[in-house]
């Protein structure tokens, strides 16, 4: 997949960091974070496609923040909780989320950047987060200033990137989705670390949902 970012080089202090966005928005995907109960992801085809390959892109750029802001997109008309912005990193990139807010104040005169994500690459490396069993890492979480955190290594990401693509391929076939309703495809639950409080594993929910006007959305096959 091509990938069109916007790449910045902030510094904070005495580091340089290196931030990639989408260079067009996902404006039909929306991540909301309820009081209780699990993160919600609905997103058409394309803002779930895109993300695949946002994931992909992150699992393989360890020094690289990928900044995925969510909340300025149309607001969905299912749903509750929190609108928030979605970030991806490795622990190299050294991104504490009580210092995002100054970083992301300084997100300005972006270069126009292109990459290209190897899915087959990702393919194998999300295979070898599976094949370890209870030895596989997860993803650490956190939401902090409307924006949600996901900390991992190559193949929890990577992990990640193949149930977006596996939303984006299949959330169209759902039954509902024709009448504009979203429809449970999966979730990241045995991705994300437990609660640090009850121990308890919490889950982001990923949802397609189509965009309006909704007649105008058919089926696969159909």
Same mark, same amino acid.
């Given at each position: ?8 080089r902030p510094r904070t202090g005495p580091y340089v960091h290196r931030v990639v966005q989408p260079r067009t928005p996902l404006r039909h995907t929306s ?11 609905m997103g058409d085809h394309d803002g779930l496609n895109r993300l695949a390959g946002l994931f992909s892109f992150a699992a393989r750029s360890r020094h ?22 979605? !970030? ?7 991104? +504490?989320? @009580?210092?995002?807010? $100054?970083? %992301? =104040?300084?997100? /300005? ?5 292109? !990459? ?7 393919? +194998?490396? @999300?295979?070898?987060? $599976?094949? %370890? =069993?209870?030895? /596989? ?86």
């Amino acid at each position: 997949m091509r990938l069109r970012l916007t790449e910045f080089r902030p510094r904070t202090g005495p580091y340089v960091h290196r931030v990639v966005q989408p260079r067009t928005p996902l404006r039909h995907t929306s991540l909301r974070t309820p009081r209780t109960g699990s993160r919600l992801l609905m997103g058409d085809h394309d803002g779930l496609n895109r993300l695949a390959g946002l994931f992909s892109f992150a699992a393989r750029s360890r020094h690289t923040i990928v900044h995925v802001p969510l909340r300025d997109g149309v607001p969905p008309d299912e749903g509750c909780g929190e609108p928030v912005d979605l !970030v991806l990193a490795h622990p190299e990139a050294g991104l +504490r989320p @009580a210092k995002w807010p $100054e970083l %992301r =104040g300084r997100l /300005r005169h972006g270069t126009p950047l292109t !990459v290209r994500t190897d899915e087959a690459r990702t393919a +194998r490396d @999300a295979r070898a987060w $599976e094949d %370890r =069993g209870y030895g /596989r890492s997860t993803l650490s979480h956190a939401t902090h200033a409307r924006t949600c955190f996901l900390v991992g290594d190559r193949a929890a990401l990577a992990s990640a990137a193949t149930a977006f693509a596996y939303a984006a391929g299949f959330g169209p076939r759902a039954k509902g989705v024709a009448q504009g309703h979203a429809e449970f495809v999966t979730g990241l639950r045995g991705l994300l670390a437990p609660d640090r409080v009850d121990g308890s594993h919490p889950d982001l929910v990923i949802c397609f949902k189509p965009y309006p006007p909704y007649a105008h959305f058919k089926r696969p096959g159909r």
